[in-house]
DNA sequence: ATAATAAATGAAAGCGATTACAAAATACAA
DNA sequence: TTGTATTTTGTAATCGCTTTCATTTATTAT
């Protein structure tokens, strides 16, 4: 009744069930050097106990907590909060416990945090929001000396060095392609309105510009239109659309880089009683459910993150199981088309 | 250069600073039986060779991780994902690491990853999710026999048992309210909406019921709508809105469970060409970051989510530090006035 | 039946910390 | 100076498991 697991050992099982520590621990570890009957005899024993074994003893031996790290920026972000969620799952389907940190938008923190992690002895650690990985080397440092103990993986960020693996939506190409549509749609008048400097958002930035420039419009004469803001804060994002309207900024379509950025748009054109899409095209990033709550329904670029996710988890039970892996995998996202598009 | 601290034992830094294991030991956990100069000497040698002391080897002595395990229902949840947020920076601060589990909606998730955090070792567990709670005691007795391990606190959820904490919302108390000004208002036709019979879910709609018979409405005469679909599917959260209209229920108020319910009946009265709030009053619950995207904005209840979770991680310290603590302790929200309501 | 081989088991040595207890060093008082 | 009290340090047991290696038992081939 009172708690017989908790302080059950090995010790008492081998003797409950007649045989050595030894003998019980290779039942437990599936180890197949074990008769039937033996196997039999000790798991009964064990079911019979509630016996678990203790964890730090087990880790003093093989060193490993059969736990992967996970580090996110933020995870009241809905769209981070997604791939935590998916990388638990799946994590948890292939036998490992996840422990999750949020370091919240602090290069010290992130530091700290990679840290602790390791210090949990985590068997290798998951970086979820590419604002995590920096631009230059000096930022990314801590990343690389991380990934000299264990394996690094990055979720929509990359960083050559070794032990560390990117899966990526290619944002670059994503935002290519609707820019692209988008202006040959005939609405050439765009602005790209975007909210965020990490990795992906510069390569979102690119994709744009170089969609810009294949249409022969030159990156001097692009609109493009910076939110330094809280990413909750639509009414602020509104107020510098307006801003940008009243400094002579004209735009026919907006592509956001995320869903609330373009959330934002919708709420500027209905401020300004313009319609949508006739007027004003909205298209914005990570199909999040925004993209349905919002009015009119928002175009969305659906980046396909329960697939990135799980690309990520099965690339890292490789790594794990010490096959040699590709450093970076990078997958297509899609448009899904709703009510602020009409192309 | 090769992670000197890896393979680094407390061995090698007693060697290093030529005095024995036990006064390493005495100075990485503050013993203050030591001399300032050997502290000092050690701390050097500590610092030079980056050591950090092995978790394991050292839980095996404590049998603490100095961890608390949060069971989450579902972290991409926005009010959810919140409260992890919140509970982990608090948790933070007191130099407690977390583990988050999210276990789904699913009873035998639940138990499973309850009792994988215990067996994590972690010091105590947090509940994050109302819907963990449930109306039986047989669905609660995983619970139960959990906190005779280790203490369990609940965040918006209680139940009558030792070793278990709750720190709650008055969620009854807040609904009650609303329903009372709007009635008082002069809206005596209220819908209310709700998705969810978790522990939460059904203080609500209790706090429905009763201000509405203290405003002498019997109960068969109430109109309450049940959605039980996913929460993020606004667009069938309308639909069943639309359905109870064709039935022939009115209403000129609604009160929602959530703000996505409340979103829903903000879209419903787009479509059905109703004014808001001049024809049709709604107030959300949560008053998450989508209150403040919807057109109009939403006028919801702030259950002070930062507040609780501050309450709860310093209620678990006194657990933990073996004070007498108070099983359940509520706290009141607030009503923010937006758009959506007059009254 | 016997030798050779394979399978099953156990004894014991770690893993790297904490901590009770003993011993040594220092401080203080008479 | 000597004895006593106090502070500092070290020795060694302990935590509960994994795993190597030696030993015993079962299986197969001759």
Sequence with gaps: MKNKNINMTIYDISEKAGVSIA?????????????????????SVVEEYEYTPNLFARGLGINSMNTIGILCVDSSDIFLAKAVYYLEENLREKGYDSILCCSGYNQKNREEYLNLLISKKVDACIMVGSSLVGQTDKENKYIKEAAKKIPIMLLNGYIDAPNIYSIMADDYQAIYQVTNSMYQSGIQDILYYYNSNSYSGRQKLEGFKAAMIA?????????????????????????ELQEAKKKGIKFQGVIASDDNIALSAVKYARN?????????????????????????ELTSVDNHLEVLCKNLTSTLMDVLAGEKVAPRAVFWGELVKRKTTAF
């Design 272 to 296: 300004a009683k313009l319609k949508v899409p006739e007027e004003l095209s909205i298209v914005g990033y990570n199909n999040s459910f925004i993209a349905n709550c919002c009015e009119p």
């Design 23 to 43: 003998t019980v621990s290779r039942v437990l570890n599936g180890s197949n050097n074990v008769s039937a009957k033996t196997k039999e005899k000790v798991l």
């Design 215 to 239: 249409n022969g419009v030159e990156e001097s004469k692009q609109n493009i239109l910076y939110y330094s803001g809280k990413s909750e804060d639509i009414t602020a994002m509104v107020a």
